[in-house]
């Protein structure tokens, strides 16, 4: 059993039953009284994220959580189906668990999957894919220096917004935590 003290960002923790990914931690120590653990945690399966404190030296739960990387291979239904790149072994991972990271899989992406007891509990795609613009309105003459945006459609099917001088067919860099536009993929 661990203490507080192990508490280390991207851990799982298990409490009550649930799991909960500390997301930031602080020990602190004020001017009166005992040294006291503040947490970020993360909810695993809902998303929800809560402040919880805990006192110094407080045994804790944590949780056996196995990452490996997997390579998406197809969507079969309501679910993702994933390979294991050391085993070859397939695993469908349920659409709710994959989330928004849809929008950025093609097949062949690879990702981080965590899972506990064998069951997924989240994904980790790189923090930047490269995918192609496959509609998007033209731009108009002149506005190639200008600083606006219009909405471009990647080829997974997520709108974005992209400068006014990107055509159709390109291929652009997209940040898959907040799906920004970061420049043209290179190559």
Do not use: C
């Not at 001017?31 to 695993?44: I, P, S, Y």
């Not at 390979?83 to 093609?106: E, H, N, R, S």
């Not at 995918?131 to 200008?146: N, V």
Request: negative net charge; glycine residues 10%.
């Amino acid at each position: 059993m661990a203490t507080t003290n192990d508490i280390k960002n991207g851990t799982v923790l298990d409490l009550d039953g649930q799991l909960w990914q500390v997301i930031w931690f602080q020990h602190h120590k004020p001017g009166k009284g005992n040294t006291v653990v503040r947490t970020k945690l993360k909810h695993v399966i809902s998303g929800k994220v809560v402040d919880r404190t805990f006192p110094a030296d407080t045994k804790i739960d944590m949780a056996q959580v196995d990452k490996r990387d997997m390579q998406y291979l197809y969507e079969d239904g309501d679910g993702f189906v994933f390979m294991d790149t050391d085993t070859y072994d397939q695993m469908i991972i349920p659409a709710a668990t994959v989330g928004d990271a849809k929008d950025y899989m093609l097949d062949g992406t690879m990702a981080n999957v965590a899972l506990h007891e064998g069951t997924p509990l989240y994904l980790e795609l790189p923090t930047s894919v490269e995918l192609e613009i496959t509609y998007t309105e033209p731009g108009l003459q002149g506005d190639r220096s200008s600083a606006g945006t219009k909405p471009a459609t990647l080829e997974t099917g997520k709108v974005i917004q992209v400068p006014l001088f990107i055509t159709n067919g390109e291929k652009v860099k997209v940040d898959t935590r907040t799906g920004e536009y970061l420049g043209r993929a290179q190559g």
